[in-house]
Each structure stands twice: as structure tokens, then as C-alpha cells.
């Protein structure tokens, strides 16, 4: 036993790892949808789902698994997923150094350990998987050359339809089996592409759309689906208004916190949760940005990487929300190109605020000259400039900043000029 191994069996501790994690633990539990709705103490009930996830006697990657909730964003809903990684995991150990993978679970997230789980339990003899076209109590709504679509009508046919995935929906244990859960809301649709080879999964009320693995699916995937296969493309367009819905309630969930309104709707917090890379691709620039003044920092990752792939997008989205404004030029250089943007600096040149903020984030605290003037014309900006990037007396600026004497003072300071 190595001595990492054996210092972990002497630290885990019960009490502890709550006394340790207990807060962020509780933190991250209140944008956990799920086990809001489940009750009692949330810090007890993650702790103890961590634990039964642990294939080890001594309980050395509890630890672990709980920082994959509380910083990767894992699901509590799935924490039990990891019981079978893990266990491939430990039970290869001897093959690592031969295939390359890494041993230090440290090194890994919660996505990255199922892909080498995946890698280190591959055999050289497939399973026999049932036909989604025969399976009992599912109905099958398109059963051709490029795919079968199915909707389970009980959690045996959901399990059938979905084995060899990691969807809760499929989980063969009753007690991690979440079919009845997403299907008081709406059906679940199980896709089997041919030419892709895998399966996927649909729920258009919370807006989860995932591969077999249980992972989101991106814009990229977005564009197969939507635009490239005709069979996926009819029957999403058919459904884009439960897309509206989804958002809808993200925007409506956003306002209840805002107002401290404690109403309970359970759909409205899953939308937190709701695959927006994948919902937000059909939209047009200017859908991205009525949703991205609605809901700007939970879709701003989402508006981004769908205008990064798109230029008409990018090109109609900047047209409508910048219109002529320097702030909002400011803005969209430092959300979408994170970095410079020249063909917006005309416009940022035009406000001193927005200057000086453009070379701080933008231009990485590198001189922003076309925009100086107007910098210097604000007394803010120009201590902030002068300090934070120039770095050193700016006489041309003095004067702004001299009308305020908390600006001068700061001035001097920063520089290290005497009084």
C-alpha cells in the first residue's frame, strides 16, 4: 500500500468531511433542483450518497466525489454513477501505467474519469443490445434508415431502451431510477442514430438533451439534429415551442429571485439546469439578444459559443445590442471575443469608461491609445489608467483627476508620488 493510500484511510472522517465541506456542500444543494425537493438535511443526504459511491472499504474517494458536486457541477441525481467508474478505476490500477492512463484520481473530474472508465472496461466482445424497435411498452415513432425515435411509456422499457447509457432514466436500481420523475412533466424521447452509432435522450420540460454518457449536447451536436438530419430536424421543429417554455421559465425563475418571491415551481428551477448550448442554437441573433438581456449571466456561455461558430449571428447579434454604444461595444469585446476587438474600437474610443475598461480586460493592461482622449476626460477612468496601466504620471490627465480629491490621493498613491 502506497503511503497516499494509507494517509487517506487515516483522514477520512465522517464528521469531519461535513465540518470541512458541510457549507459549500449546503451552498451548491440550493441549485440542485432535485434534492431541494428531496427534504431533510442536505449536507447529511450528499455526504451519504458520496459514500455508497465509494466502491473502497476506507472510503478514500469521498473526498473526492464531493468536490465533483460542489465544484464540477455533478448532479446529486447521479453521484451513484460514479460507484461503477470508481470500481473500474480502482480494479485496473495494475493496467494503468501499460495503456497510459493516469493513476491519481486527483487529475480527474467526474466527466474525465467516465471517458478512461470507459476506455479501461472496454472489452474486445460487444453486448447484445434489444431492439428499440421490439421493445415492449414503447412507442415508436420513426423506425428507419437513419435512426428509431422512441418514447418509454414504462421505467422497464425506459431501462431497455436505455442500457448501455448512464441516463438515471435507466438506472436498474429502483431507488436511482428517475423515469417517473421527468415523465410527470412530458414524455421522454430516446433517439438510436444509425450513422452516429449511439443513442440519445430528450426531454424537451427541463430542456435535457444528452448523449449516452448522460453528457450535454453541444451546438455542434445542435446543428446535426436541427439542421443536418431530416428525420431529427421535422421532429425538432415541431417541439421548438416547449424550447420557448424552457426558457421561459429561466426568465421567470431569475424574476422570483430577484424578488425574493419563495414560490415553489419545480419546472421553473430545472430550467437552471437546461442544456442552453444545445436549446439556444436554432435561435437568430436577434432571439440572442432579447434572451441575453433577460438572463445575461446564465446565458452568456451559452450565447457565446454559438456566435463563435456562427458569423451572421456574431454580425446581427453585435448590430442590434450595440447600437452605436460604447459600453455595450465594451461589453460584447470583453463576453464574446475576449479579447481585442478591433473593428468595435472606434465606438469604445468614444467614452472614457469604456476605454480604460476595454484595456484592462480586453487588451490584457496594455495601452488602449485611441481611446486616451476621452479617458483622460474622466476622472475615474484616468486614475485607473494611469495606475493600473500606464503605470506611471500621466501629466495630460492630471487636471480630471485633480477635481476630485479621493481620485488624487489614490493617484499619488499608486505612483508613489509625495504629497
Known amino acids: 500500500m502506497r503511503y497516499n493510500d494509507f494517509k487517506i484511510i487515516l483522514e477520512y472522517d465522517r464528521s469531519k468531511t461535513a465540518a470541512t465541506l458541510g457549507s459549500a456542500i449546503l451552498q451548491r444543494s440550493q441549485s440542485d433542483t432535485y434534492l431541494k425537493n428531496q427534504g431533510g438535511d442536505p449536507v447529511d443526504t450528499v455526504i451519504s450518497a458520496a459514500e455508497a459511491a465509494d466502491p473502497t472499504q476506507n472510503q478514500q474517494y469521498v473526498t473526492w466525489i464531493l468536490r465533483q458536486y460542489i465544484k464540477n457541477q455533478l448532479k446529486f441525481e447521479d453521484i451513484y454513477k460514479l460507484k461503477d467508474d470508481l470500481e473500474t478505476f480502482v480494479s485496473t490500477k495494475g493496467q494503468h501505467k501499460r495503456l497510459g492512463v493516469n493513476s491519481d484520481i486527483g487529475q480527474y473530474d467526474w466527466r474525465s474519469l467516465a471517458a478512461v472508465a470507459k476506455k479501461l472496461g472496454s472489452t474486445d466482445i460487444g453486448t447484445v443490445e434489444p431492439d428499440a424497435a421490439t421493445v415492449e411498452d414503447a ?14 411509456r414504462t421505467q422497464a422499457a425506459s431501462c431497455k431502451l436505455g442500457s448501455g447509457t448512464k441516463w438515471c432514466t435507466a438506472a436498474a436500481e429502483e431507488k436511482h431510477n428517475r423515469f417517473s420523475y421527468y415523465t410527470k412533466y412530458g414524455p421522454l424521447y430516446v433517439w438510436h442514430d444509425k450513422k452516429r452509432k449511439e443513442k440519445y435522450q430528450f426531454h424537451f420540460e427541463t430542456g435535457q438533451f444528452m448523449d449516452a454518457q448522460d453528457n450535454p449536447l453541444t451546438a455542434e451536436d445542435a446543428r446535426y439534429f436541427i439542421d443536418e438530419n431530416p428525420v431529427t430536424k421535422k421532429f425538432f421543429q415541431q417541439h421548438m415551442d416547449e424550447f420557448e417554455n ?3 421559465n429561466l426568465i421567470n425563475y431569475l424574476r422570483r429571485e430577484r424578488e425574493d418571491d419563495e ?46 461558430s456562427d ?23 470583453d463576453f464574446i471575443y475576449r479579447g481585442p476587438a478591433p473593428h468595435l474600437e472606434d465606438i469604445i474610443a468614444t467614452d472614457g469608461r469604456s476605454s480604460y475598461l476595454y484595456a484592462y480586460h480586453s487588451l490584457g493592461q496594455q495601452r488602449f491609445k485611441k481611446g486616451e482622449s476621452e479617458i ?21 490627465a492630471e487636471p480630471t483627476i485633480k477635481q476630485w480629491s479621493g481620485n488624487w490621493k489614490q493617484y499619488q498613491a499608486g505612483l508613489g508620488l509625495t504629497a
Open 246 to 248: 424552457v426558457l421561459g
Open 376 to 396: 483622460a476626460k474622466d476622472g475615474w477612468a484616468a486614475l485607473n489608467y494611469a495606475t493600473k496601466i500606464l503605470k506611471r504620471r500621466w501629466p495630460e
Open 139 to 152: 412507442d415508436i415513432l420513426y423506425n428507419g434508415p437513419l435512426g428509431i425515435l422512441s418514447v418509454p
Open 263 to 308: 414560490t415553489n415551481n419545480e419546472l421553473e428551477e430545472m430550467a437552471m439546469d437546461a442544456n442552453f448550448d444545445f436549446i439556444l442554437y436554432p435561435y437568430s441573433g436577434a432571439d440572442l439578444v432579447y434572451y441575453y438581456k433577460q438572463a445575461k449571466d446564465e446565458l452568456a456561455p451559452h450565447i457565446r459559443k454559438i456566435m463563435m
Open 311 to 333: 458569423q451572421q449571428k456574431r454580425n446581427d447579434f453585435e448590430e442590434r445590442y450595440i447600437q452605436d454604444n460604447p459600453p455595450r461595444a465594451q461589453e460584447v469585446a
